[in-house]
């Protein structure tokens, strides 16, 4: 079946630091975001790219549809950067989105 | 608060209990999801609305029941649940199925 995979599943970093999270995905994908899950469970959009490059602050995205992967960069890293990075996809023009399992991220002051 | 409210916020019920979960988006979206995220697993889709008609069944138990009376609300009827349904359960919306999904801040349900 269509897979999302995500890497690393965990990182650690100190306060300051760069760090790049990836997503492959198994199939040509309709849509892509990319979500923060903070402690308190609320899902917070970063970034709607089926393709392209996106930036917000210290925060980018890139998404290469033809190779099929998507990666977020985190730019120096703050402690409210912790927490749990979802990438998200539709494929074949559905409404299903399937998550990747997640990235979980602490960054230590 | 605006964007996607859900509430209860924290739930506690019993196997034996009847109980609904609301949420209510405010962006004029025309789709509606439901999600349910265990521990240690993806969030799986349950639940989607397109214009109040729904257009996705994800294999989801007949003891959760989807209702979307408008296209800004969605409720989810709980009954006879079992200790394993316990999960954060997740409301969103879009424009459509091309478009950016907003999230609401989800209800946590225990089912002793």
């Known amino acids: 079946g269509i897979q999302v995979e995500q890497s690393p599943p965990d990182l650690i970093l100190q306060e300051g630091a760069n760090s790049t999270l990836r997503c492959n995905f198994s199939d040509s994908v309709n849509n892509l975001q990319w979500f923060h899950q903070n402690p308190w469970g609320q899902l917070i959009n970063l970034f709607y790219i089926p393709s392209g490059t996106k930036q917000n602050g210290r925060l980018s995205a890139t998404t290469v549809a033809t190779e099929r992967y998507s990666l977020l960069y985190i730019s120096s890293s703050q402690t409210t950067d912790s927490g749990v990075y979802f990438c998200a996809a539709t494929f074949s023009g559905t409404y299903k989105y399937i998550f990747g399992t997640g990235t979980r991220l602490k960054v230590l002051a | 608060e605006t964007g996607v409210t859900q509430t209860p916020r924290h739930l506690v019920m019993g196997m034996t209990n009847k109980k609904s979960l609301k949420c209510e988006q405010h962006l004029g979206h025309n789709a509606m999801y439901w999600y349910k995220q265990s521990a240690k697993k993806p969030l799986e889709l349950m639940f989607v609305?397109?214009?109040?008609?729904?257009?996705e069944n994800n294999s989801v138990p007949s003891r959760f029941s989807p209702e979307c009376p408008n296209s800004s609300h969605l409720f989810l009827h709980l009954h006879t649940l079992q200790p394993e349904d316990s999960a954060l359960y997740l409301c969103?919306?879009?424009?459509?199925?091309?478009?950016?999904?907003?999230f609401g801040p989800g209800t946590r349900l225990t089912v002793l």
């Open positions: 609305y397109s214009l109040e008609e729904r257009v």
């Open positions: 969103a919306s879009s424009q459509g199925n091309t478009d950016t999904q907003y």
